[in-house]
Every structure is written in C-alpha cells, then in structure tokens.
C-alpha cells in the first residue's frame, strides 16, 4: 500500500515535470473519453425526452396512419402505388373500432393539417388538429380555460375551436379570447376553449401553436375531404397493447373488405413499439458514437505506449540507480505501469469534466437535455485504466528488464 | 562455515572468480581467478589500470552482477547462488554505493534522495525513516540542506548525498568507484574525511581509485592487473584527510 502510493506520487512528480508532454499524451484519452460520455449523455437525454413526449399524448395509445409502411420503404414504385391508400381510413372505422373492439376503451379520429389563423387585421399559421370529442382524454387535450367542443358539436359541425398559447399571445395579446370570432382560411369559427400549454417536443416544435376543431367541421367546411389522417385508440390496459393492436387490425381489415391476399391499406403502430424505434435509433447512435470513441482512445493509448517507451530510455540511469540500491524488477514494472495508468487515469477524468461541460453548455443553449448518468462515467474510468494497463506493460517491462551496469553507464 | 573464513570477523571472500564477456566473437576475460578477503572495519582500496578487472570486481562485489565460476561470500552467504530478487535484497540491505558521476535523481530533493534505499526495503516505519535520514545527513554534514535539489548543490554535497544515501539502510560495507574523481582536491579530501571518520566509526569501506594519493587513505591497497590480484600493499600511516586539509586553502564549509 505504502510503495503504491510512493509510485503514485512518482508518477506524478514525472507527470508535472513534463506538463505538455504530459497533456498532449493524454489527448486521445480526453478526446475519446469525453466524446463516449457525452454521446452517451446526449444519447440518454434525447432517448429521455422522445419518451416523456411520446408518453405526453397520452397512455397506452395505438396509432392508425393510412398506407402501408412496410411496403412504403421497399420502393419508389410501391409508394406510388401506395398513394391511392392515403384516403383508405375513414371516420366509419374509429365508430367500428368503437363498437367492435373489446380491448380499446375509445378511440378518435385526426385530420392534421396547417391553416392560417386571423383575428381582426392580425394573423398567423398553426397546426390544425381536428378530431372528436373523445380526445380531450385520449389525446391529453387538457383545457385550461373554457371548454372542450362536445359530441354534438361534433354532430353538427359546429363552428367552434380551442386554441393554444402561442396563437393565443400572437393574435389576443392581453385580450380573452373565449367568445371571440376567428378566422380559419377565412371561415368563422368561435373560441370555446384555452389548450393547456404543453411546451416545445424533442424535435423543437411548438405544440402550443395549435388549434383543434371537430373533425366534421375540418373536413367538410374547410378541407373539403371525407377521409381522415389518423386514428388514435386507448387500450384497456397498457399490458394488452399488442392484442389490442391485433383485434384493430382485424377490425379495419374487415371494414376495408380486404382479402385474405391483401396487403393492410393502413398501418398500426402502438406506444410500445414507437418508443422500442425510438430506444434502437438511440441505440444504433451510441453504438455508432461510441466505436468511434473507442477507436480515439485506442488511438491515445499507442500514444501513451509511445510515451512512455520515450520516458523508459530517457530514465534509464533512474532506473539503474533504482536499482542499485535494491528495487527489484517488479518495483520498477510496477513504478512504470503506475504511471502509465496514472497518465491515462487522468486522461479519463479530463475527459469526464469536457463532457460534463459539454452537456452543461449543451442544456443551455440546445434543444438536447443530455442526462449525464454514473454509467458512461464508471465505464470511461474503467476504459482508460484499462488502456493505461494494456499500453503501459510493454514499456514497464523494457523497463524492469534493464540491466543495472548498462542502464548505471547509460549516458 | 567455509573453512577460508576462519576469523568470524570476514566481511567479503572471493574464492577464484572468473567473468568472461562476449562481444560479438571477441571474448573479454575480465577475471580470470582473483582471491579476496576483506575483513569487518577494513578501509581497503582497489587499484589498476583500466581494463583489470577492477570495474567487474566492483558489479560483483556489488551484487550487480554475479561470476561466471568461484565463489562469493558475502557476511557468510554465498552470493553467486542468488537470483535476481535476492540479489536486490542484498544491494538494498548490506551495501552502499558511492558513484563517481553521484547518480543522484535530479529532479528529487536531498531527502527523498537519501531516502530512495527505504523505498524498497521492507523494514521501517515512516517514523523510523525520517531518523534514518536525519541521522545520515548528520554524519555527512547536510543539515539545512534536506529541501535542496542536486542541481542546487555543489559537486562535494552531491557526493556526500550520495554517501547519506549508502548510509542510509547501516549497511554491512561501502563501494566508492572513484568518488572524487569528478571533484577538485579540497573537496575530493573532505569526501576522503568523511569516509574516514565513517571507517573510525566502524564501516567497512571498499574504494576504487586510480589515484594513488586518494588510494593511500586506505589502511590496505589492492593491485589488480589482468584480472587477477596482483600485489597488495598494507598502508602503515594512511594519509589523515582532516590533517591534509589543514594544509590546503581554507575551503567554505566546515566538516563536522
């Protein structure tokens, strides 16, 4: 215990003396350290904050989009053919999936589209999110002021709208604007109801810049369509997501009169699935960062070796005079090794506070929140130990192996 | 017991050692069957031109190297059986080295240079250390100088860090290879005081020089010539270093 931590201290007199050498040696090691354990960091935030966003919508949600996607990626030629299948969902099939599935609590569904709002001689674009009543609850529409568009107003295609904060600050300013005329495209429509603010999601986009509407209203007065762009469904429980799935499939296979033969003209996709993407793109980018890493630091650990091949010879006569006055050969191995681990050690650390402040002036002034957790950090300490063992022998080797007339002689 | 050892008070015995080194083809053959006996207190000096052998003589005294053939007793043990582990062990514990060129650390003060035999013996506690350093110091006369680096020192107190070093762990004998031969007069005959007054103390001390004005301080000279012991020579009235120095221009720090 006493020699290691006399070769510590060595190890750190050696290091001092030679500062820039010492740095510029350790460079691969920050680089390398710092690069895994920010990409990691980033990588745990963004994984983070997609989840808490997807989890935002609302729970145990399955997501019907029109079209194929499987086909869609294996082609041009396919999307074109898949291009008829844009209109395929209609407001029928939420209604059938409603009466017909035993394990979807509800479900709602979406045009979504992008409108120009005005109010008076002001006006500015927003997301339009049409639906039916029902989302209030599905789709986490919560309202802070005001009230939410009923079934009958859905029935009836009435004319009214909740709007979000950001419509509310760039049109009404200090204004209320509940009981107030808009217009959307230049049809009147009246302000029922204040979204709650939910922020700006992991792409930097501003979900309070919204409006919602009933879905009949969008369609046939402002939209002219009569297919929809969305389904959204709650499962009874988040453990029968995946039947439950299942059993909407069924559903609209049958509503669209689809053959045995048939490819879906739609797509079901399910929160669990979307945050398994979200965890294998995560994934898939750490792995990719990491290796990348990892070769930077295999990069600074030849350095190291380097180093301290330089350092054995140019300290030969130390280590004749070491031992000539009785270090064995292991003393002298070890004395070397400690150092060498000692070098990459402190290549690590440098390289945790970079990433550390890399992540701090990341939150600050990004959209990316990373998270920096113990893992990438006891995984870079190790790595680096690691690295100073693995390079560091060799040199601590030559070193112990010298004989002590020739290194004593040694000019 | 070896039966040559017979007075208990023998210190070194070199029984017909050989060494031979190879250089390419060309086979050096630096001791071909020398014989010593050194005995407990000696002051004993080594003589020879170069290439007699002396330098190989010392390694082997030295326990930095060991003999092709012959034997080496070393208080009683026989070194040249020893591995590499043991071999330090004895360097560490029952010799002091004193180089000519000093081979101190450069970039260590006085103390942790004196203190670098410690580092690798066993014994000792950090209590005991500081101790053993201060009293080493002392008896060379460094007191105040413990912070100093070598570069910091003249030539005379770099070598007589060099001796506080091989005083450090009480070993049983010194090996000094030319010790003043880096040093003017007036410094080379106060190293040559402290080594004295070291031997008046009762340490064996084993000099190798090609002076014969530093050799006969010694109670006893060693010819060495071709590898072999040549002749030796029992000095009666070895030169008093503290008397010489008397004689000499008066030098800036007092010995002790």
């Given at each position: 215990?006493?020699?290691?931590?006399?070769?510590?201290?060595?190890?750190?007199?050696?290091?001092?003396?030679?500062?820039?050498?010492?740095?510029?040696?350790?460079?691969?090691?920050?680089?390398?350290?710092?690069?895994?354990?920010a990409m990691m960091s980033i990588g745990t935030g963004a994984q983070e904050s997609v989840i808490n966003s997807v989890?935002?919508?609302?729970?145990?949600?399955?997501?019907?989009?029109?079209?194929?996607?499987?086909?869609?990626?294996?082609?041009?030629?396919?999307?074109?053919?898949?291009?008829?299948?844009?209109?395929?969902?209609?407001?029928?099939?939420?209604?059938?999936?409603?009466?017909?599935?035993?394990?979807?609590?509800?479900?709602?569904?979406?045009?979504?589209?992008?409108?120009?709002?005005?109010?008076?001689?002001?006006?500015?674009?927003?997301?339009?999110?049409?639906?039916?009543?029902?989302?209030?609850?599905?789709?986490?529409?919560?309202?802070?002021?005001?009230?939410?568009?009923?079934?009958?107003?859905?029935?009836?295609?009435?004319?009214?709208?909740?709007?979000?904060?950001?419509?509310?600050?760039?049109?009404?300013?200090?204004?209320?604007?509940?009981?107030?005329?808009?217009?959307?495209?230049?049809?009147?429509?009246?302000?029922?109801?204040?979204?709650?603010?939910?922020?700006t999601d992991q792409f930097g986009?501003?979900?309070?810049?919204?409006?919602?509407?009933?879905?009949?209203?969008?369609?046939?007065?402002?939209?002219?369509?009569?297919?929809?762009?969305?389904?959204?469904?709650?499962?009874?429980?988040?453990?029968?997501?995946?039947?439950?799935?299942?059993?909407?499939?069924?559903?609209?296979?049958?509503?669209?009169?689809?053959?045995?033969?048939?490819?879906?003209?739609?797509?079901?996709?399910?929160?669990?699935?979307l945050l398994?993407i979200v965890g294998t793109i995560t994934n898939i980018f750490t792995i990719t960062i990491?290796?990348?890493?990892?070769?930077?630091?295999?990069?600074?650990?030849?350095?190291?070796?380097?180093?301290?091949?330089?350092?054995?010879?140019?300290?030969?006569?130390?280590?004749?005079?070491?031992?000539?006055?009785?270090?064995?050969?292991?003393?002298?191995?070890?004395?070397?090794?400690?150092?060498?681990?000692?070098?990459?050690?402190?290549?690590?650390?440098?390289?945790?506070?970079?990433?550390?402040?890399?992540s701090?002036?990341l939150n600050?002034?990004t959209i990316l929140k990373p998270t920096i957790s113990?893992?990438p950090?006891?995984?870079?300490?190790?790595?680096?130990?690691?690295?100073?063992?693995?390079?560091?022998?060799?040199?601590?080797?030559?070193?112990?192996?010298?004989?002590?007339?020739?290194?004593?002689?040694?000019? | 017991?070896?039966?040559?050892?017979?007075?208990?008070?023998?210190?070194?015995?070199?029984?017909?050692?050989?060494?031979?080194?190879?250089?390419?083809?060309?086979?050096?053959?630096?001791?071909?069957?020398?014989?010593?006996?050194?005995?407990?207190?000696?002051?004993?000096?080594?003589?020879?031109?170069?290439?007699?052998?002396?330098?190989?003589?010392?390694?082997?005294?030295?326990?930095?190297?060991?003999?092709?053939?012959?034997?080496?007793?070393?208080?009683?043990?026989?070194?040249?059986?020893?591995?590499?582990?043991?071999?330090?062990?004895?360097?560490?514990?029952?010799?002091?080295?004193?180089?000519?060129?000093?081979?101190?650390?450069?970039?260590?003060?006085?103390?942790?240079?004196?203190?670098?035999?410690?580092?690798?013996?066993?014994?000792?506690?950090?209590?005991?250390?500081?101790?053993?350093?201060?009293?080493?110091?002392?008896?060379?006369?460094?007191?105040?100088?413990?912070?100093?680096?070598?570069?910091?020192?003249?030539?005379?107190?770099?070598?007589?860090?060099?001796?506080?070093?091989?005083?450090?762990?009480?070993?049983?004998?010194?090996?000094?290879?030319?010790?003043?031969?880096?040093?003017?007069?007036?410094?080379?005959?106060?190293?040559?005081?402290?080594?004295?007054?070291?031997?008046?103390?009762?340490?064996?001390?084993?000099?190798?020089?090609?002076?014969?004005?530093?050799?006969?301080?010694?109670?006893?000279?060693?010819?060495?010539?071709?590898?072999?012991?040549?002749?030796?020579?029992?000095?009666?009235?070895?030169?008093?270093?503290?008397?010489?120095?008397?004689?000499?221009?008066?030098?800036?720090?007092?010995?002790?």
């Amino acid at each position: 215990m006493r020699r290691l931590f006399e070769s510590i201290k060595i190890a750190f007199q050696s290091l001092v003396s030679n500062k820039l050498r010492a740095f510029l040696t350790m460079l691969g090691i920050i680089i390398g350290v710092g690069a895994v354990v920010a990409m990691m960091s980033i990588g745990t935030g963004a994984q983070e904050s997609v989840i808490n966003s997807v989890q935002d919508i609302g729970s145990n949600l399955i997501i019907v989009t029109p079209g194929n996607r499987q086909e869609q990626q294996q082609g041009f030629k396919q999307m074109l053919e898949d291009d008829r299948d844009k209109e395929a969902l209609k407001v029928e099939d939420v209604k059938m999936i409603e009466k017909e599935a035993k394990l979807i609590k509800g479900a709602a569904p979406a045009v979504l589209s992008s409108s120009i709002i005005t109010y008076l001689n002001k006006n500015t674009r927003a997301s339009v999110y049409a639906s039916s009543e029902k989302a209030e609850y599905i789709y986490n529409f919560e309202i802070e002021q005001g009230q939410f568009y009923t079934a009958s107003d859905v029935q009836n295609s009435a004319n009214v709208a909740v709007i979000g904060r950001t419509v509310i600050n760039k049109l009404f300013g200090k204004i209320d604007p509940i009981g107030k005329i808009i217009k959307v495209d230049g049809k009147n429509f009246t302000v029922i109801g204040i979204i709650k603010s939910k922020g700006t999601d992991q792409f930097g986009n501003d979900q309070d810049n919204s409006i919602s509407m009933p879905i009949t209203t969008a369609q046939h007065k402002l939209y002219g369509i009569d297919y929809i762009n969305m389904i959204i469904a709650q499962s009874t429980s988040e453990n029968n997501m995946n039947q439950a799935s299942n059993e909407v499939e069924r559903i609209l296979r049958r509503a669209h009169n689809l053959r045995t033969d048939e490819k879906n003209d739609f797509t079901v996709q399910n929160q669990t699935q979307l945050l398994d993407i979200v965890g294998t793109i995560t994934n898939i980018f750490t792995i990719t960062i990491s290796s990348i890493a990892g070769i930077s630091l295999l990069v600074g650990g030849i350095g190291i070796m380097n180093i301290m091949l330089v350092s054995v010879t140019e300290r030969t006569r130390e280590i004749g005079i070491r031992k000539a006055v009785g270090a064995k050969n292991k003393d002298i191995l070890f004395q070397f090794l400690v150092e060498s681990v000692v070098l990459s050690i402190t290549g690590g650390i440098l390289g945790i506070l970079f990433a550390v402040a890399v992540s701090i002036i990341l939150n600050r002034f990004t959209i990316l929140k990373p998270t920096i957790s113990a893992f990438p950090i006891i995984l870079a300490i190790t790595f680096s130990t690691m690295v100073g063992l693995f390079f560091g022998i060799y040199p601590a080797m030559r070193a112990a192996r010298l004989n002590p007339i020739a290194a004593l002689r040694y000019e | 017991m070896e039966e040559n050892c017979k007075d208990n008070n023998c210190i070194i015995e070199i029984i017909d050692i050989t060494k031979i080194y190879r250089i390419g083809k060309i086979e050096v053959k630096a001791l071909r069957g020398a014989n010593l006996k050194i005995s407990g207190g000696e002051f004993v000096a080594i003589m020879g031109p170069s290439g007699s052998g002396k330098s190989t003589l010392m390694n082997i005294i030295g326990c930095l190297d060991t003999p092709d053939s012959g034997k080496f007793f070393l208080e009683n043990i026989d070194v040249s059986k020893l591995n590499d582990n043991q071999l330090a062990e004895i360097r560490n514990k029952k010799i002091g080295f004193v180089f000519q060129t000093f081979n101190l650390l450069s970039r260590s003060d006085t103390v942790r240079n004196v203190e670098l035999p410690l580092i690798y013996s066993a014994r000792g506690a950090a209590g005991n250390r500081k101790t053993k350093i201060f009293d080493s110091l002392k008896s060379v006369g460094l007191i105040g100088w413990e912070k100093h680096k070598p570069s910091e020192l003249s030539g005379g107190q770099r070598q007589r860090v060099a001796i506080a070093r091989a005083l450090v762990n009480d070993p049983a004998i010194i090996l000094a290879d030319e010790p003043t031969g880096n040093l003017d007069s007036v410094t080379g005959e106060e190293i040559m005081a402290i080594f004295q007054k070291l031997n008046r103390e009762g340490k064996t001390i084993l000099l190798v020089t090609h002076e014969l004005d530093i050799a006969r301080h010694a109670n006893r000279i060693i010819y060495l010539r071709d590898g072999k012991i040549f002749r030796e020579e029992k000095i009666d009235m070895p030169i008093n270093a503290l008397e010489m120095l008397e004689k000499m221009p008066k030098l800036e720090d007092k010995l002790n």
